[in-house]
T-cell receptor, first 113, second 117 residues
């Protein structure tokens, strides 16, 4: 039973570029959430997708966008990258509106130069 | 808006001694509370959660946490620490009224737990 998988594991981009990160949820899960973890900080909630729609959003600008596919996998897109976007991006899956905990992937380390 | 405070950046404990990692929270209404652990260059692993019921929650690897509503705290504890418990620990909260325990968690900054042999 595969857990949450994310790709790529590492990525280096230049300021102003665009990036796409990918996530496959744990088998049986239908909801994907994305978090940004800056160095030395706790994860911050970006948004959550369920039934291919954004259901909740944290305090992030609309440079951050996402998508969920019919197979429940998800993408996180960030446009016009800033140096401050450098972070570990974590994908987490769960069952929608349940008491089940989040299952996290190992993350994508994004470095913006 | 909800918030989580983990007042200690680092906790040092000798192997075999009891450990406590502190967490206090602020949320409108009743909370869902979680503890996660993170090892270097890895994602977060779920340890335990408080949803409702008994204030003492038992979780993975011998960890437990006590929910104290009057003090708005959810401290993580273990009776006897192991060197392998050394890691970064995060407390997280979500308001029950949002409908789901896994929705839009707010995390603390994390506490480095160091267990000395």
């Amino acid at each position: 039973d595969a857990g949450v998988t994310q790709s790529p594991t590492h990525l280096i981009k230049t300021r102003g570029q665009q990036v796409t990160l990918r996530c496959s949820p744990k088998s049986g899960h239908d909801t994907v959430s994305w978090y940004q973890q800056a160095l030395g900080q706790g994860p911050q909630f970006i948004f959550q997708y369920y039934e291919e729609e954004e259901r909740q959003r944290g305090n992030f600008p609309d440079r951050f966008s996402g998508h969920q596919f019919p197979n429940y996998s998800s993408e996180l897109n960030v446009n016009a990258l800033l140096l401050g976007d450098s972070a570990l991006y974590l994908c987490a899956s769960s069952l929608f509106q349940s008491n089940s905990p989040l299952h996290f992937g190992n993350g994508t380390r994004l470095t913006v130069t | 808006a909800q918030s989580v405070a983990q007042p200690e950046d680092q906790v040092n404990v000798a192997e075999g001694n009891p450990l406590t990692v502190k967490c206090t929270y602020s949320v409108s209404g009743n909370p869902y509370l979680f503890w996660y652990v993170q090892y270097p260059n890895r994602g977060l692993q779920f340890l335990l959660k408080y949803i409702t019921g008994d204030n003492l929650v038992k979780g993975s690897y011998g960890f437990e946490a006590e929910f104290n509503k009057s003090q708005t705290s959810f401290h993580l504890k273990k009776p006897s620490a192991l060197v392998s418990d050394s890691a970064l620990y995060f407390c997280a909260v979500s308001p029950k009224e949002k409908g789901g325990g896994a929705d839009g968690l707010t995390f603390g900054k994390g506490t480095h737990l160091i267990i000395q042999p």
